[in-house]
């Protein structure tokens, strides 16, 4: 994972534990947190998730890792 701008946090789900992009946007979808449309790369799938503000965006972040 990584923090792109201070409200927004990357993920790559590798293609090896989720062989389609919907097995991949099933598992970000259940992270509960706005998303942006997934990219594929040759690895895996990508999404841009929007944390939340204040005391909500730890476990936010560790609901992730």
Same mark, same amino acid.
């Not at 990219?39 to 929007?50: H, S």
């Given at each position: 994972?990584?923090? /792109? !701008?201070?409200?927004? @946090?990357?993920? $790559? $789900?590798?293609?090896?534990? !989720? #062989? +389609?992009?919907?097995?991949?946007? =099933?598992?970000?979808?259940?992270?509960? @947190?706005?998303?942006?449309?997934?990219?594929?790369? &040759?690895?895996? !799938?990508?999404?841009?998730? =929007? $944390? #939340?503000?204040? /005391?909500? =965006?730890? &476990? +936010?972040? $560790?609901?992730?890792?």
């Amino acid at each position: 994972m990584q923090v /792109a !701008f201070r409200d927004d @946090l990357r993920v $790559l $789900l590798s293609k090896e534990k !989720f #062989p +389609a992009e919907s097995d991949a946007a =099933r598992e970000v979808a259940r992270l509960g @947190l706005p998303q942006g449309p997934g990219v594929e790369t &040759p690895d895996g !799938f990508g999404y841009v998730l =929007r $944390l #939340p503000p204040g /005391a909500e =965006r730890h &476990p +936010a972040i $560790l609901r992730v890792d």
